[in-house]
């Protein structure tokens, strides 16, 4: 069986990727929307994280109230356009670890390779969110998944703005027990790798590189 993928029907997240497709959109907006669909992503991302209960006193009487059994989480941006989505997962889930994972890709054969790896030391305990903006081959993503078992990891979800088929397809094929989210799939990747309609190259437009 293949891992789900989660496209968020919300008019809110289906508005925000509109500005960020703009290709006028500026740096400082793009960056802050990226957080924003971070943040909104998360929440539904998060819908089975274990709640348990707890006693509080209301300025009206005492009762029992549900509360986060604090299950061990982690997010993991793919560097370097992953990490604009970093604040936004912090924000709902302020006790996440982060661990950091730097990719290159090969320009003859195109594979990625892991160049960087700084994970916190019970990674293996911890569920993991890898974040990055864009799901295009999958080639990324799937090599981040793979590194991230070979550390122990267990219940992995990977996290995305936009996606396209191709990427989906690999990521289910090689990793069927990783959920993707994400706010929309496209239509298809040119001829350079890149998502069409898509919003261009993510790492450029969060940190005005281009
Ligand atoms: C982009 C993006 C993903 C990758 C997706 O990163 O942020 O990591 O491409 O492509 P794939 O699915 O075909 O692997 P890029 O290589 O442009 O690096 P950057 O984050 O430094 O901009
Ligand atoms: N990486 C990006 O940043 N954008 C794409 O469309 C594809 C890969």
Known sequence: MSGKVHV????LVAHKLTILRDKDTSVK?????????????????TRDLPLTTKEVETPICRTIAPTLK????AVVPILRAGLGLVDGVLRMVPS????????????????????????PKDIAERDIM????????G????????????????????????????GVERIQKAHPDVDIYCGA??????????????????????????
């Not at 968020?8 to 008019?11: E, F, K, V, Y």
Request: charged letters at 30%; glycine letters at 10%.
């Open 8 to 11: 968020m029907d919300h008019p």
């Open 139 to 166: 080639g990324s993503a799937e090599a981040a998944i793979t590194e991230m078992k070979k550390r122990g990891c267990k219940n992995i979800k990977l996290m995305v703005l936009l996606a396209a088929p191709e």
């Open 70 to 73: 604090g299950k061990k989480f």
């Open 130 to 137: 890898i974040v990055d903006p864009m799901l295009a081959t």
């Open 29 to 45: 907006d793009f960056r802050e929307i990226v957080s924003e669909i971070g943040m909104l992503i998360t929440y539904e991302a």
């Open 185 to 210: 799939v496209d239509d298809h990747l040119n001829e350079h790798g890149y998502i069409v309609p898509g919003l261009g190259d993510a790492g450029d437009r969060i940190f005005g590189t281009k």
């Open 96 to 119: 996440a670890r982060v661990g950091h994972i730097g990719m290159f890709r090969d320009e003859e054969t195109l594979e990625p390779h892991v160049y960087f790896c700084k994970m």
